[in-house]
């Protein structure tokens, strides 16, 4: 497998991950671009002076089967967190890529991102986040963020922590079931739990503020979008609100497996 590691030098938390990468694990640049070999794994990295969510189509220049891109992640509240979540628009695309269009998501590197961020030694919350944002990208595609300072951004703690996360995930994914997760928040703390307590990923998630847009198609786009495909809808099912009867009948056309949060 080759993976791409995508990051930016405008970016704080981008680039601090890029150094942690670097001095920690061996990469050898060679054409300004560092490779390192993880078993059958081939990893390089790439760095960019430009803004990463407008980058779409980058899969047309960097051969790869997956790409990361370490980030920063942003809260309102301004907690600390470190983040992962899959690429794409559910709606309109106000912050790159496409309309109504989503990334294919890894689901077994997504999920053994999270592992690998839980528990860590400075003791900051790990959140999946719904899909969102740009850019747009033909390949499996996932964000691992950190958040929500500059303090953090910065951090060469934070930033060894994503690095080893990224490094240890490339090495250790397992077989999993992907799902699509419909309902509750952006941070998604019930599909959070399934991710690091079951063998499903919810790859792809439509938060409840996103369900006015959800339609059968957008669901169908969802399904295929996860790697390997999804057969499975996992529900939110409070965090659904007015939406339940119309999430019901889109799921039930689908013909697909079902559950809700609360069953795992």
């Known amino acids: 497998m080759k993976a791409a590691i995508v990051t930016s030098t405008v970016n704080p938390a981008s680039a601090n991950i890029r150094e942690q990468l670097i001095s920690r694990h061996g990469f050898r ?43 920063t992640h942003t809260s309102r509240a301004g907690v600390d967190a470190f983040a992962v979540h899959s690429v794409g628009n559910w709606g309109r695309a106000e912050l790159g890529g496409m309309d109504r269009t989503l990334c294919p998501a890894p689901s077994a590197l997504m999920k053994q991102l999270l592992k690998s961020l839980h528990g860590n030694s400075m003791g900051v919350e790990v959140i999946q986040e719904a899909t969102h944002h740009g850019p747009f990208v033909g390949k499996p595609s996932v964000f691992v963020e950190i958040g929500s300072s500059s303090g953090m951004y910065s951090s060469p703690e934070a930033g060894r922590i994503v690095a080893d996360a990224i490094v240890s ?6 077989p ?26 919810v ?40 939406h339940k009867d119309k999430i019901k009948l ?11 949060t609360g069953d795992f």
């Open 29 to 71: 640049e060679m054409q300004r671009v560092h490779h390192l070999v993880l078993g059958s794994v081939l990893v390089a990295m790439h760095s960019f002076d430009r803004e990463l969510l407008f980058f779409d189509g980058m899969d047309k220049m960097i051969d790869a089967d997956v790409f990361i891109f370490p980030y």
């Open 176 to 201: 999993v079931r992907s799902a699509v997760g419909i309902g509750g928040l952006h941070h998604c703390p019930n599909f959070s739990r399934v991710m690091l307590n079951t063998d499903v990923s």
């Open 250 to 260: 889109l799921v039930d056309s689908a013909g697909v497996a079902v559950c809700r």
């Open 203 to 242: 790859a792809h998630v439509c938060p409840k503020y996103a369900l006015g847009g959800l339609d059968g198609e957008m669901l169908v786009k969802a399904l295929a979008a996860c790697s390997p495909k999804a057969n499975l809808v996992v529900l939110d099912w409070k965090g659904l609100g007015e």
């Open 169 to 174: 995930s490339l090495q250790s994914m397992n």
